[in-house]
């Protein structure tokens, strides 16, 4: 049986010659851990202390001088890999190498991201990798021009990947800002009377507590039971109090998926926790949702509820809801919590607009995203064709 080539199969017009076979060690002078302890790592100094992710902190002195590859040494965290260049220190718990003068380092840097790197790396036996381990995996090189070639295809996609991560975080600083100025009445749309103010349980047609829930019947109240076998997803109440299972996980069987009516209006989940504030909205259909930790506040509302949900995400709710939470320990659902008050339009013409308004802003933002997950789908796949796969 004829032995096949050992060729990419994606590959640069021009270039025949077959890959070659090294260890990883014989391709890096050197695979070492960082000299950067916890307690040499402060907000500021001269000189920049990187991790396999990025900057962790500054120091008054450097270690290393060039350009280097950093992974991260917990085999969990791949892929954890930062490139970086000039004066610097690294910490403990990430890996530097630095590439042979034949071996590009850009090249080096998007081998080590694709599978046929992280298939070998999850063979090791310990959650933590060795650097002899690391130096036996085996690595297939075309040569330095072709190398080269690849670099620059695989430079130009994250340089669009970045550019669109820079216009995704413009525009979440644009919604932020007009979501301030909006709903603080410093910013208004002509034409309208002035705001009134109205508490929370004037917003909102019901309130579900999963904090104060004591047991699964209180559960089942406030779904409808569908029995049907195709559904395979789990509903996950942490932190249940019950005689049965006290403070453990509780799994809802997968026969008895609970389904709930949002009644064409949606909902909105509000974490009332350790991360109060935080906001999910569920989109007006009947489906199965997971309740994944028990403190949240469900809130319902039969009017305007896509614009509720914008005005629970601004600042001013926020503090109002932190401060309740200083003063009453984990929230329950109580009169006072209800009485939180917070501004509206009157018109519920211009709560449409202003919903309207933030709406364009999202979709703007969900476009964008997607562009990058589709970038970062079309990256992985050119990744594991571009280099020789040896298994």
Not at 10 to 32: C, P, Q, W
Not at 336 to 341: A, N, P, S
Request: with cysteine; charged share 25%; glycine share 4%.
């Amino acid at each position: 049986m004829k032995q096949s080539k050992l060729v990419p199969k994606l590959r640069f017009k021009g270039f025949n010659e077959e890959y070659e076979i090294y260890d990883l060690g014989s391709l890096v002078h050197e695979i070492t851990p960082g000299k950067t302890s916890s307690k040499q790592i402060y907000n500021s100094g001269e000189y920049p202390v990187h991790d396999s992710k990025g900057i962790t902190g500054y120091n008054t002195f450097h270690d290393f001088d060039g350009d280097f590859i950093l992974l991260g040494r917990n085999r969990g965290d791949f892929p954890s890999l930062n490139k970086v260049n000039g004066k610097f220190c690294v910490d403990r718990k990430t890996l530097i190498l630095k590439p042979i003068k034949l071996i590009d380092i850009n090249y080096l840097f998007y081998y080590l991201q694709s599978r046929n790197f992280s298939i070998p790396l999850h063979d090791f036996p310990y959650l933590v990798i060795n650097p002899n381990q690391l130096k036996k995996i085996k690595f297939t090189f075309p040569s330095i021009n072709e190398q080269k070639m690849i670099s620059k295809f695989f430079t130009a996609i994250d340089n669009k990947i970045n550019l669109l991560n820079k216009k995704h975080r413009e525009y979440i600083e644009f919604k932020k800002y007009f979501t301030q100025e909006i709903f603080s009445e410093k910013i208004k749309f002509d034409g309208y009377d002035d705001w009134i103010t109205v508490t929370l349980d004037q917003l909102f047609d019901e309130f579900i507590d999963f904090s104060s829930i004591t047991d699964f019947k209180s559960i089942k109240k406030n779904f409808h039971d569908l029995k049907n076998p195709n559904y395979d997803q789990l509903i996950e109440i942490l932190g249940v109090k019950n005689k049965y299972n006290n403070h453990k996980n509780f799994f809802v069987d997968k026969t008895h998926v609970w389904k709930f009516n949002l009644n064409n209006n949606g909902i909105i989940l509000l974490n009332i926790d350790e991360n109060i504030g935080e906001l999910y909205f569920l989109m007006p259909q009947i489906l199965p949702f997971p309740v994944k930790y028990a403190n949240r506040l469900m809130l319902r509302s039969n009017n305007n509820i896509i614009f509720k949900y914008y005005l629970l995400s601004t600042d001013y709710f926020k503090i109002q809801l932190n401060n309740f939470y200083k003063s009453n320990g984990r929230i329950k659902i109580n009169k006072r919590l209800k009485k939180i008050k917070i501004n509206i339009p009157q018109s519920i013409e211009e709560q449409q607009r202003i919903t309207l308004f933030f709406m364009r802003i999202d979709d703007k933002l969900n476009l964008i995203q997607q562009n990058i997950n589709n970038l970062k789908q079309f990256k992985d796949g050119a990744l594991h064709q571009t280099f020789v796969n040896l298994r």
